[in-house]
């Protein structure tokens, strides 16, 4: 039997959590990005405001999530050789944690980068033989008043 966990007796703490993720691509293709000259327009800004979105909407995605009122979230890029790689930082003060939020953003960040590449990634078989989004982890998970905070 699904349900959702009961928190309501949980007390109102200050969380944060932070997630990673990368997309492999083409260096010809990451070059593009930098340069500005994909077609369907700014590939970090397309995927910054995707990835806030996706954020604030994971209880309306993952089942057994709460509506959690974040407070603050936010998400960087790096741009490297053959990938770029995404960071998000999602903070609430609530009855529970913000590690899917955190996950869910960069996970959506990046496939909003495959999207909008896609045209340049294709090989000519309509296949992605080199794209690849790897490594979408929690790379720090706070609670207030818990060891390991800073």
Do not use: N
Not at 76 to 99: H, L, N, P, S, W
Request: proline residues 5%; glycine residues 6%.
């Amino acid at each position: 039997m699904a349900k959702i966990v009961d928190i309501g007796r949980k007390p109102d703490v200050h969380r944060r959590a932070v997630a990673t993720g990368s997309i492999r691509l083409r260096p010809p293709t990451v070059r593009a990005i930098r340069d500005g000259r994909i077609e369907k327009g700014d590939v970090l800004a397309s995927a910054e405001v995707a990835a806030l979105h996706a954020m604030k909407s994971v209880w309306q995605v993952l089942p057994h999530c709460h509506p959690i009122p974040i407070t603050a979230a936010s998400v960087t890029f790096d741009v490297q050789g053959d990938r770029i790689v995404a960071t998000t930082t999602v903070e609430a003060t609530y009855k529970t944690g913000v590690e899917m939020e955190a996950l869910y953003g960069a996970t959506v960040a990046l496939l909003t980068v495959w999207d909008m590449v896609k045209p340049l990634e294709k090989d000519s078989k309509g296949q992605y033989p080199s794209a690849r989004i790897e490594d979408v982890h929690v790379v720090r998970k706070e609670k207030e008043g818990k060891a390991g905070e800073q």
